[in-house]
């Protein structure tokens, strides 16, 4: 398994706006696609303002084929342009994770 690490910085005051439209919007197709939503988190501590978000895939593979069909669908591209119009993401940093031999996951 890998693990697609996201961390999204928003602009100060803009966390529960992308929260609330990617929630209605973004989440359920995310879902149809992606499939294995491992965590969805906001930071308490640290650097605030933070949405941080885990996806699990069989493999890197499975992860581009997942994500290439996501991106050409209408609903996708639609929510992608209005979430960017909203101008709530600050920052984007994506890693990908690969389990240890001893990892529960």
């Known amino acids: 398994m890998i693990v697609d ?3 999204y910085t928003m602009f100060p005051g803009r966390l529960n706006a992308f929260l609330e439209l990617y929630e209605k919007e973004g989440l359920p197709i995310q879902q149809r696609y992606l499939g294995n939503l491992l965590g969805y988190f906001v ?6 303002n ?10 890197a593979a499975d992860r581009e084929q997942r994500r290439s069909a996501m991106e050409q669908d209408p609903e996708w591209i639609a929510y992608r342009r209005k979430s960017g119009e909203a101008g709530n993401v600050q920052h984007q940093e ?3 994770l690969r389990s240890a031999p001893f990892s529960p996951l």
């Open 50 to 59: 933070q949405v941080v978000h885990l996806w699990g895939y069989e493999s």
């Open 5 to 7: 690490l996201r961390t």
């Open 94 to 96: 994506n890693k990908l």
């Open 43 to 48: 930071t308490e501590t640290g650097t605030l």
